[in-house]
């Protein structure tokens, strides 16, 4: 997680609208990322991300509202707009016909990099996705996982200020997905604004600043990851003791526990918050019991996407998605 550096978002958009053929997409969202953060757009699969993320990028226009990108108002300067961002879509734009090498250093030149700025970009982003042996060789011999930080490395040329990552590490390997996290901390901790979708919870878990729930074209909600999962009940502390007697009286002397005699634990409902936290350990000092053991358990942004969408089409568990 990261700390935002500017009061000023990079991004935002108000009332924005998307329908297709009477269909609905977006219906009035509004958004607001702070510089120097990182904001994750999560939703069932056809619920807008996609095209919230290429109207903000200048690819589509919006039926209605506005959006501002990097100060730039996104249908009246789009060309600002694209010089301040870098895009990566679902689908690869690397041209299989020429080199890694020659796609990176056409994406540089398309951004008006002098040569030789361009070539040592291209140097280093390719040695740090790991594709220095492959870079001059035809991109169509390339893996899918190869393919794929190709086009994630060409999104990075020039620097831009944010980026949009459209489901970025689909298709990747554990290791390089985790080889992306790092490079994406990376940015923000220079003050660049990623906004992200993705398909894997616990990527928007582990990097997203602020996260918001799309579904049926409006924001279900949208908070940390910790205030999501508070709106989510089955949150619980759970007390383990190794004295009978202890387990007794804390089970006497707490509201609304679940006893489980055999482990001599004891189960209390709770928010997770520091407030609820607090309000446990004052009983149990005031009657000077003393636990062994104490464990925070709060609902996962899993349990928040079922909740929020009605427990359908729910993005990929890591586990499944990274083979």
């Known amino acids: 997680m990261t700390t935002t550096t500017s009061h000023t978002p990079a991004i935002a958009a108000e009332g924005l609208r998307k329908a297709y053929g009477g269909r609905t997409v977006l219906d009035g969202i509004d958004l607001a990322v702070p510089t120097g953060s990182v904001f994750s757009l999560l939703g069932p699969n056809g619920a807008g ?33 694209r010089a301040a961002i870098g895009v990566t879509g679902q689908f690869s734009a690397v041209d299989g016909l020429i080199t890694g090498e020659e796609n990176m250093l056409l994406m540089a030149d398309l951004h008006h990099l002098p040569k030789h700025e361009g070539r040592r970009g291209t140097a280093e982003l390719l040695a740090r996705f790991d594709l ?156 000077d019991i003393a636990a062994d053991e104490l464990t925070v358990h709060t609902p996962d942004l899993d349990d928040v996407f079922f909740a929020l969408t009605g427990g359908t089409d729910v993005p990929d568990r890591p586990e499944v998605a990274a083979r």
């Open 49 to 81: 991300k996609t095209t919230a993320v290429k109207i903000l990028s200048t690819l589509i226009r919006a039926d209605g509202g506005r959006a501002r990108v990097a100060g730039h108002d996104v249908a009246g300067s789009p060309d600002a707009v």
């Open 132 to 287: 220095t042996e492959a870079a001059r060789k035809p991109a169509s011999t390339y893996s899918g996982g190869m393919r794929r930080r190709l086009d994630l490395a060409m999104t990075l040329i020039g620097d831009p200020r944010i980026i949009f990552l459209d489901e970025p590490t689909t298709g990747l390997d554990p290791r390089s997905r985790h080889d992306m996290w790092g490079i994406i901390r990376e940015r923000v901790a220079d003050g660049v604004t990623v906004f992200l979708t993705t398909q894997y919870l616990d990527e928007a878990d582990e990097l997203a600043d602020r996260i918001a729930v799309l579904h049926d074209g409006r924001i279900a909600a949208e908070g940390t990851a910790d205030e999501l999962k508070r709106l989510v009940p089955g949150g619980h502390v759970r007390l383990r003791f190794t004295d009978p007697r202890a387990y007794e009286r804390a089970a006497a002397a707490l509201h609304g526990v679940t006893c489980d005699d055999e482990t001599l634990s004891l189960q209390i409902p709770s928010d997770g918050s520091q407030h609820a936290l607090r309000s446990i350990l004052d009983r149990l000092d005031t009657d």
